[in-house]
């Protein structure tokens, strides 16, 4: 009796035993099945290029990288692309369901180089394509403005919006004239050098007085208090 009631213990450990092998071969199948039909499994992802250039979608399987599309755009460079508010990273983030990526682009700065020629205005030194600048005249002591020139001597007034790359410019003037007035009497004697002259040029007056009359010293009437 003894050596049966052991033989029908054994019996039971053996079927509890293949029942849980059973269980545990069921369920890596399981896994093995699910882990396949997700890695199998493709998603859709489409491009907003925010440009020119369109951008076709990728399809791509679960856990894939995605290939980063070439694109350009005149006066921006690309700073990168974003799912939402995160930045995608093409060489580590892996694709796990459909989505949209869009491109975001920063606008460059351009150099804007005046060359006042001993004159002074106040005006950016930089711009970029979506600025339009009016560009303020500049002053010099003597001098009229003229206007602003590019290498090509053209007239420059303003930097449109659109435009793009240095720009070099130089300002330009004309000489001012002045006219200079002598007041005097005729009975003190005769003056001389009354006319136009040209800023900063030299200016000879001369004087023939009559005999009862002494020069003390010349009066800028315009200056004098």
């Known amino acids: 009796m003894e050596e049966e009631k052991k033989e029908k213990q054994h019996k039971r450990k053996i079927i509890w035993v293949s029942l849980l092998l059973l269980l545990l071969v069921t369920g890596l199948i399981v896994v093995f099945i699910l882990f396949f039909i997700s890695n199998s499994k493709t998603y859709k992802v489409d491009f907003v290029s925010n440009c020119d250039t ?29 799912k939402d508010s995160k930045e995608w990273n093409f060489e580590s983030d892996k694709v796990k369901s459909d989505m949209t990526l869009t491109a975001k682009w920063d606008a460059i700065y351009y150099k804007l180089t005046i060359d006042y020629d001993g004159g002074a205005a106040t005006n950016p030194t930089k711009y970029t394509i979506e600025n339009e600048v009016d560009l303020t005249p500049a002053t010099k002591a003597g001098y ?50 009354a006319g136009d002259y040209v800023y900063n040029s030299d200016v000879t007056l001369s004087v023939t007085l009559n005999p009862t009359y002494e020069m003390i010293y010349w009066i800028d009437r315009e200056n004098y208090n």
């Open 54 to 82: 369109e951008v076709p979608s990728q399809e791509v399987k679960n856990g894939s990288l995605l290939e980063e599309p070439d694109v350009s755009k005149l006066g921006y460079t690309l700073h990168g692309w974003y």
């Open 144 to 193: 009229t403005f003229v206007g602003y020139f590019d290498n090509d001597g053209n007239e420059v007034e303003s930097i449109e919006k659109g435009t793009t790359g240095d720009i070099n410019l130089k300002a330009q003037y004309s000489i001012n004239t002045y006219k200079l007035k002598i007041t005097y009497q005729e009975k003190w004697g005769t003056f001389t050098g």
